[in-house]
């Protein structure tokens, strides 16, 4: 059974421009989760989507968004990005909302220049 | 606002030695996880505790949940160089919401 697929793996990019990340959930998964982590804020939540909904948003500017499509494959899009948005982003899928297990896909490295 | 505070945040054991890292949340959540992170990789789910007094153990690795006072354990038995790793627990806020709250993670190195 494959896993939770994350695209691109690594970024570079320059401040000032944008940037979207993609993840593919486990087949059959509905709900996909993303978090940013970073050496000093360690992991925070960013939002969660159910069923194209989102259900749930972190404490983030409005820089940060992101949707999901009815496959359930979710994108999240950083705007006007800025040296602090360097991290690993990762996302999470899981069955269904509620208490279910996560699953964490391998993550995406973007570095701002 | 729901907060999760693991100690100790770094560990270095020797082989074969004992230890236990602990995870402190502050809500009458119910629910408690514990994953694995190698450097440079993703999350590893280990545990999901779901409810008060759960206990499991797979292999080296025994977790443990009291809702009452709002603690889970990490236990480590006779540890091995495999299990260098930062360890995260995370709650999970109420409501049938996904977003998990992570600690700061321990990362434990385990010398030969």
């Known amino acids: 059974k494959a896993g939770v697929t994350q695209t691109p793996r690594y970024l570079i990019k320059t401040r000032g421009q944008q940037v979207t990340l993609s993840c593919s959930p486990i087949s059959g998964h509905r709900s996909v989760s993303w978090y940013q982590q970073t050496p000093g804020q360690g992991l925070q939540f960013l939002f969660e989507?159910?069923?194209?909904?989102?259900?749930n948003k972190g404490n983030f500017p409005g820089r940060f968004s992101g949707r999901q499509f009815s496959n359930s494959r979710s994108e999240m899009n950083v705007s006007t990005l800025e040296l602090g948005d360097s991290a690993l982003y990762l996302c999470?899928?899981?069955?269904?909302?509620?208490?279910?297990?996560?699953?964490f896909g391998q993550g995406t490295r973007l570095t701002v220049v | 606002e729901l907060k999760v505070e693991q100690n100790p945040l770094f560990l270095s054991m020797q082989e074969g030695k004992n230890y236990t890292i602990y995870c402190n949340y502050s809500t009458t959540s119910d629910r408690l996880y514990w994953y694995r992170q190698d450097p440079g990789k993703s999350l590893e789910s280990l545990f999901v505790l779901l409810s008060n007094g759960a206990v499991k153990q797979e292999g080296r690795l025994m977790a443990s949940l009291d809702t009452k006072a709002r603690l889970s354990t990490l236990h480590i038995t006779a540890a091995v160089h495999d299990l260098s790793a930062t360890y995260f627990c995370?709650?999970?806020?109420?409501?049938?919401?996904?977003?998990?709250?992570f600690g700061k993670g321990t990362k434990l190195t385990v010398n030969p």
């Open positions: 999470a899928s899981s069955l269904r909302t509620g208490d279910t297990e996560a699953f």
């Open positions: 995370a709650d999970k806020t109420q409501g049938g919401s996904e977003k998990l709250v």
């Open positions: 989507y159910f069923s194209e909904t989102q259900r």
